[in-house]
């Protein structure tokens, strides 16, 4: 297939657009700056620009959306834009272009609105609901991309427009060596003594290792035809405590593990405050603490894999913990 991949410059589009090439694809990114991955066509603009959308979607088979506006603070507006406007102007130009399959790269926070999720499937994305910016509207774009499934149904093919088969996936909580997202800001954090474990640091969690993401998406657009309608969450499958992964993460890195806790009702509390403290004065860089984050690293948040891993015809290949030994050679620190 000839492949678009938008948001390649970052640590999973990637891997994604390495993976295609690997296997043989012609691969094409979009994104604001070189994607720095040998063998692929880039082209430099923003899911926001019509005419780089319609440069980029021309002649592709598919396309694979990773690109969008990922933070824990910032203006509603510019949110909206990029994630809910450029899913839009990407999926009319798929459309104009007669592209066959598109997978939505979204997140599990488009259908998390606080509460544990244990053994939790794939519920509907709730704008409403969802907990901040990035969450409402991703969770908007996963609904308006699934929306423009050619043959939506609820279980026999039948009209539905002349677009893509769409399918959406939500990667949880995607780690590995040049993580600027997680795994730096972790070191970072832990190193400057900044770090904390909220509650007793016993909320089991899970995550999934950049290359089994990188695999889950490419089974989904191979898949894209028949699985077409849905969304699925992809995982490693391995859930593990909040002081597990943030030990582990801290000795890859060689840096010592946090040693100190604030009581979870706290940190929520402290979160709000300093989401009302930076829609007034935003800072330069990410907030220290949201209440989004408190409840992320403060309660359970791990999911069924059957669906996932029967209908996509897909397992991880890399464990957590030789994730975690990939980890420490990539910064010289110890997996154990």
Known sequence: ???????????????????????????????????????????RGSVTDPAAVARAVEGVDAVVHLAAKVSLAGEPAEFHAVNVEGTRALLDAAERAGVERFVQVSSPSVAHVGASLVGAGTTPADPRHARGEYARTKAAAELLALGRDRRRSSGSEVSGGTGPSVVAVRPHIVWGPGDTQLVERVLERAASGRLPLLGHGAALIDTLYVDNAADGILAALDRAHDVHGRAYVLTNGEPRTVADLLT?????????????????????????LVEAVWRVRPGTDEPPMTRFLAEQLSSAH?????????????????GVDEGLRRLAAHYGGTAA
């Open 302 to 318: 791990w999911f069924d894999q059957r669906a996932t891993r029967r209908d996509l015809r897909w397992r991880p290949a890399v």
């Open 248 to 272: 582990g993460i801290c000795r890859a890195g060689g840096v010592e593990p946090p040693r100190w806790r604030v009581p979870a009702g706290v940190a929520r509390a402290a979160g709000s």
């Open 1 to 43: 297939m000839t492949v678009l991949v938008t948001g390649a410059s970052g640590l999973l589009g990637g891997a994604v657009a390495r993976a295609l090439v690997a296997r043989g694809d012609d691969v094409r990114t979009l994104q604001r700056r070189s994607s720095g991955v040998p063998g692929v066509e880039d082209i």
